[in-house]
């Protein structure tokens, strides 16, 4: 899939022509070392940046997948540490303030005596303003009294959706009813700011709502690349006109096989108009770029997630962005309108 994508730049394309064209007998004008060994060595950094980035991927979700929550165990009838790839539906978790939620979980208890409780959900619709949530009324009262061992609850939901607001449930015990709904939730990947809570999970992996609102993987492009992609193919248009010019220049009769093989040596000859080395050039920038986001300390906490397009961050001409109303009134002017 590297190599496929890789592919989609003319570039690329435009070396592999060279490299194919040196195995014919009749287009032969160097060492076929010359031609094969600049492709080979850009797309093996490539395949060692994409295997770089994929490593990275890889110890961040083994980092998320360990990490270990207190759970409810029948055996022991207390709470022991559980990692976060072994949690199922149904499990009983108790969550510490400034925790993160690892599945969509059910409030039963808080350890505010009035069941509330705050949640940020910056990771999941980027507001950082906190959220109030509030714990079942009758399972806020038991789980005071008593141990999780004593439920035998029972919720009845919808089935999976993407909205992150919206959730209709109803939560039954014995005799006792009570509708669950958005205030009773927690959404995964949003974290508890307030008091700690005792939760129930509900859904799990790709059931959960940041999963189910996460779009397809694709890879990115930056306008770096495009435009360089868009360079490349009008040398390339210079490139063939000047082999043209020299071939009819040199005397060589219009019969089109003859004519053929003359222009493309000479295409093979001034191949230097495109440089190899600015794609090498700037897979070594990209990663440079990436690593001194990581370890600058006007930063903390940066992380670059994606060595394809930091140079985008460049580029950034204008910043738009609102302020809350919460204690003040939201008022805001226009000051200046750009087009194009």
């Not at 110890?59 to 022991?76: A, M, P, V």
């Not at 999970?201 to 790709?206: A, L, P, S």
């Not at 230097?272 to 090498?280: A, F, G, M, N, Q």
């Not at 809350?324 to 226009?334: A, R």
């Amino acid at each position: 899939m590297v190599l496929i994508e890789q592919f989609q730049y003319f570039i690329n394309l435009f070396f592999l022509f060279l490299c194919i064209s040196q195995f014919i007998p009749a287009f032969q004008v160097g060492l076929l070392f010359s031609y094969v060994a600049p492709l080979v060595f850009v797309l093996l950094l490539t395949l060692l940046k994409e295997i770089f980035d994929e490593i990275k991927r890889f110890l961040r979700d083994r980092q998320t997948n360990l990490e270990r929550f207190d759970c409810f165990c029948l055996k022991s009838l207390d709470f022991s540490p559980k990692a976060c790839q072994d949690i199922r539906p149904g499990d009983v978790l108790k969550l510490h303030a400034g925790q993160r939620v690892p599945a969509d979980c059910l409030v039963l208890r808080t350890e505010d005596k009035t069941g509330q409780c705050y949640i940020k959900t910056d990771q999941l619709d980027g507001e950082t303003d906190w959220k109030l949530r509030r714990s079942l009324g009758f399972t806020q009262k038991l789980l005071s009294k008593q141990s999780p061992r004593d439920l035998d609850l029972e919720l009845s939901c919808e089935p999976p959706h993407k909205d992150i607001y919206s959730f209709k449930g109803l939560v039954v015990q014995n005799d006792l009813k009570e509708p669950a709904g958005l205030e009773n939730m927690l959404w995964s990947s949003t974290s508890l700011c307030s008091v700690g809570a005792t939760v129930m999970v509900v859904f799990v992996g790709k059931e959960t709502r940041i999963n189910m609102n996460i779009s397809e993987k694709r890879t990115k492009f930056g306008s770096f690349a495009h435009e360089m992609n868009q360079a490349s193919k009008v040398f390339f248009v210079i490139m063939v006109v000047v082999s043209v010019c020299m071939e009819l220049a040199g005397g060589a009769e219009f019969y089109w096989e003859p004519f053929t093989v003359g222009a493309v040596k000479y295409v093979l000859l001034v191949s230097s108009i495109i440089p190899i080395s600015l794609r090498v050039n700037l897979d070594f920038s990209k990663i440079l770029f990436c690593y001194r986001m990581g370890v600058d300390e006007q930063m903390p906490g940066a992380i670059a997630r994606n060595s394809g397009i930091p140079e985008e961050l460049g580029r950034i001409q204008f910043v738009l962005s609102d302020k809350t109303g919460t204690i003040t009134q939201n008022q805001m002017e226009l000051k200046n309108l750009f087009s194009g």
